[in-house]
Nanobody
């Protein structure tokens, strides 16, 4: 069993910063890509940023220049540094990982439980 646990969400004023952390735990697995998604009330879940094993990153246009995704491969951890936050960044942020389970020789997509980010104006 592999679990993803996010932390670091909270309430911040516009212009402020938050750092989200997602840790993958379990046994006998390896991670290819990791990503952050978000879902605002009444809206569909959207991709925020991705990072793959060679450290290539991609960002949604709405967060380019403000958010930075990074990972610590040894710790199975991905981070999302969010700067210059805007009220429209308010959402539940979810961690996602593309994981290979050696014991079953299968790949799958895993999700965390989400962490709330609220940006006040």
């Amino acid at each position: 069993q592999v679990q993803l646990v996010e932390s670091g969400g909270g309430l911040v004023q516009a212009g402020g910063s938050l750092r989200l952390t997602c840790v993958a735990s379990g046994s006998d697995f390896s991670i290819n890509a990791m990503a952050w998604y978000r879902q605002a009330p009444g809206k569909e879940r959207e991709l925020v940023a991705t990072i793959i094993s060679d450290r290539t990153t991609n960002y949604a246009d709405s967060v380019k220049g403000r958010f930075t995704i990074s990972r610590d491969t040894a710790k199975n951890t991905v981070y999302l540094q969010m700067n210059s936050l805007k009220p429209e960044d308010t959402a539940v942020y979810y961690c996602n990982a593309a994981i290979y389970r050696r014991s079953t020789n299968r790949r799958g997509s895993y999700w965390g439980q989400g962490t709330q980010v609220t940006v006040s104006s």
